[in-house]
């Protein structure tokens, strides 16, 4: 499997069948160019959509017939299994920002599921419905989601091999969240990569759990 950082929450998996998953695609230049990202033009089989704001959904840009899901439940493509569950913007129930998806997919004997936009720390019904993961893409820059220490919670939670932060300040992010090394700080296995796609197998997964930062591709 190989996992993409296009910036700020948008990603694209591509599993060993050659299934294209591209998740939360932004739209580049918006909120008057505070995001200033690239246009993801990629082809997909599938575009997941965490919530509809324009820096999580939109579509235009990507290539190809996919399918699109935006809904809560349980889908399946081929030799994947995508499970959709529901969740808040906000500590407030989704009173102030809505409703946010948490996107848990099952390919290649591996779990990597994307937290999309979320506002507030897991109960133990959120916990147990994700299960098991083996890779999670975490927003950690807060204001507009949970931020570094409420994501630091949320991955201890759920205990992943790997953590791959998202949803933070960059040069080419004028959001008023924080940078990724809130989130790193005093931490220990933090790898700061200078690419931007990793590619990992169930037998390649670390032994003990570590965050990896990506670039961002776009």
């Known amino acids: ?9 948008a990603f694209r998996v591509i599993t060993a069948s050659s299934v294209k998953i591209i998740i939360d695609p932004y739209q580049s230049g918006s909120f008057g160019g505070a995001l200033s990202y690239g246009k993801i033009s990629d082809q997909a089989d599938i575009v997941l959509i965490s919530h509809d704001h324009d820096d999580h959904n939109y579509t235009k840009d990507v290539q190809g017939k996919f399918t699109q899901i935006k809904k809560e439940g349980s889908f399946d493509f081929k030799d994947v299994r995508i499970r959709a569950i529901p969740s808040f ?20 004997g591996l779990v990597v599921t994307h937290m999309g936009d ?21 927003p950690v820059g807060g204001f507009y989601t949970i931020d570094a220490q409420e994501a630091t919670r949320v991955m201890n939670d759920l205990a992943p091999s790997i953590t791959i932060p998202m949803h933070f300040k960059t040069e080419k992010c004028n959001f008023p969240i924080a940078p990724f090394e809130e989130f790193t700080k005093g931490k220990k296995d933090v790898h700061v ?12 997964l670390p032994k003990t759990s570590q965050i990896v930062v990506l670039q961002n591709a776009l």
């Open 118 to 138: 979320i506002g507030h720390v897991l109960d133990k019904g959120l916990i147990k419905g994700i299960g098991k993961i083996d890779i999670l893409l975490l």
């Open 1 to 9: 499997m190989k996992i993409k950082w296009y910036g700020h929450a």
């Open 193 to 204: 990569r200078d690419i931007s796609e990793i590619e990992i197998t169930k037998e390649t």
């Open 89 to 108: 913007h906000d500590p407030s129930k989704g009173k102030e920002r809505g409703g946010n998806l948490i996107f848990v997919i099952h390919a290649d």
